[in-house]
C-alpha cells in the first residue's frame, strides 16, 4: 500500500505528529488560558490595542510563524547557538506560537462575555476573590475545552510552519502533513490520500476521548 514508506517509517511519522501537536497544544492551554483570564481581568491603557493584536495573530499565516521562528533559530539568528533548527523542538516552538493566540483569544472572549456575572454570583455566595476566579474557570469549561480543541485542529492540520523549520527530514521532522506534501509532489496522490483519511480519523479520535473525558469529569450546574 505504501510504496513510498516502509511501515516502521509510517508508524515513526504518526506518533511523532501526535508528539509534537500534544505537547504544542500543551504548552499553549498552559501559556495560553492564563494570558486570557488576566487579560480580562486586568485593565489597564492600551488594552483595546492588546487585544486587537492578539486577535491578528490569531489569523497569523503558518509559513510567517514558521519564517519568523527559522530566522531566531537559524545559526546566524540571535537563538542560533541553541541548535534547534530543523529539530522537533523547532517544530513545537513554531507551533506554540501559532496556536497559543487562539487559545487566548478564544478565553479572553468567553471570559469578557461570562465573567462579570460569574465573579458577581460567586461574590453573592460568600466566595473570596480566588474561589471567584476559580468558580470562573469551572463555569467556562466548556469554552476552555473548545480553545484546547481549537489549537489542537490547528496544531494537527499545520504544515507550512514545520516545513520550514524542521525541514521535513526522514525519521527525524518529517509529520504526516509534511509526509501528505511531499506525496503529492511526487505524484503518489494515493499514499497522500491514505494519509490524510488517517490524519482526520487519528484527529477525530482524540477529540472524541477528550470530549467524553470532559464530558465524564463535568457536574451539573445551575443557570443564574
Given at each position: 500500500m505504501f510504496e513510498i514508506l516502509n511501515y516502521p517509517e509510517v508508524i515513526h511519522i504518526i506518533f511523532l505528529t501526535l508528539r509534537m501537536t500534544l505537547l504544542s497544544t500543551t504548552i499553549s492551554a498552559i501559556l495560553g488560558i492564563p494570558l486570557g483570564l488576566l487579560l480580562e481581568r486586568v485593565n489597564f491603557l492600551g488594552k483595546d490595542i492588546v487585544v486587537a493584536i492578539n486577535r491578528t495573530l490569531m489569523a497569523t499565516p503558518p509559513v510567517v510563524a514558521g519564517l519568523v521562528v527559522f530566522m531566531l533559530l537559524r545559526s546566524a539568528g540571535p537563538l542560533g547557538n541553541l541548535g534547534l533548527i530543523f529539530t522537533f523542538e523547532a517544530m513545537v516552538i513554531a507551533q506554540v506560537v501559532l496556536i497559543t493566540p487562539i487559545?487566548?483569544?478564544?478565553?479572553?472572549?468567553?471570559?469578557?462575555?461570562?465573567?462579570e456575572r460569574i465573579r458577581s454570583f460567586g461574590k453573592t455566595m460568600g466566595a473570596n476573590p480566588l474561589q471567584q476566579e476559580w468558580l470562573l474557570v469551572k463555569e467556562l469549561g466548556n469554552e476552555i475545552f473548545f480553545s484546547i480543541v481549537t489549537g489542537f485542529g490547528r496544531a494537527m492540520s499545520e504544515v507550512g510552519a514545520i516545513m520550514i523549520v524542521g525541514g521535513n527530514i526522514r525519521f527525524h521532522t518529517r509529520t504526516m502533513t509534511t509526509s501528505i506534501t511531499m506525496m503529492q509532489r511526487m505524484g503518489e496522490f494515493e499514499q497522500a490520500i491514505l494519509f490524510g483519511i488517517l490524519l482526520m480519523i487519528i484527529a477525530f479520535a482524540i477529540q472524541m476521548m477528550g470530549s467524553l473525558l470532559r464530558k465524564r469529569g463535568q457536574k451539573p450546574y445551575e443557570n443564574y
Open positions: 487559545i487566548c483569544g478564544i478565553v479572553y472572549t468567553a471570559t469578557a462575555r461570562h465573567g
